[in-house]
């Protein structure tokens, strides 16, 4: 029986099926904050945004006011409206934007993502831990399978065909000494996803 949100430990979301190892209320009131965070930063940093663009008008017309009353002509008039704008408006902006701080974000909520051969193949009574090491071995199996096959394409192509600009050959694209050691990597992990597949019983090709 495939695993749905009926299970103990397995909730809804971000539109798909997450694992929990707490109660469900408690994961999902810490959504709940979580999501209440975002929005609030967005908020002040949209409120930020206006606050800075306000104190730079505010301070081309206070620079623009200081011209009128000094009567200042020429080169002048345009130096002191662009130089004051400039200041008067950093002053402004650093003062007001000083209180509008974003609060800071919430602790992401305590939900894990779930292997979609767990999903369809897991028993509807497994514990979260066995639902996690389940998911864990999967999914290493895997990352390291489609890793290996970038290597081992960079590797086939000369230098000058790999996309990224030249640089250190260590850290730009892989080099034969990386397929070697994702392969040894590859055939550890595969022993231990075999072994979760033969578990639940998917087929693991």
Partial sequence: MALDASHPNVIEYEGALGIITGSKADAYAAIALYRQSQVAIARVQRMQSRIVATAAVLGAVAALALVLVWRVDGVGKLVLIVAGGIILGAILGALVNSAAQPPPLGNAPPVQ????????????????????????????????????????????????????????????????DDVARMQIDLAEQRTAYLAVAAELGFDPH
């Avoid at 292997?115 to 390291?144: C, F, G, L």
């Avoid at 890793?147 to 065909?161: G, H, I």
């Fill in 113 to 176: 993502a779930i292997a979609p051969e767990v999903i369809a193949s897991a028993p509807h009574d497994a514990s979260a831990r066995d639902i996690t090491r389940w998911t864990q071995q999967i999914w290493a199996y895997q990352n390291t399978a489609r890793e290996l096959a970038q290597a081992q394409a960079s590797v086939a192509r000369r230098d000058y065909e790999n996309p990224i600009a030249p640089g250190d050959r260590s850290t730009w694209y892989y080099g034969p």
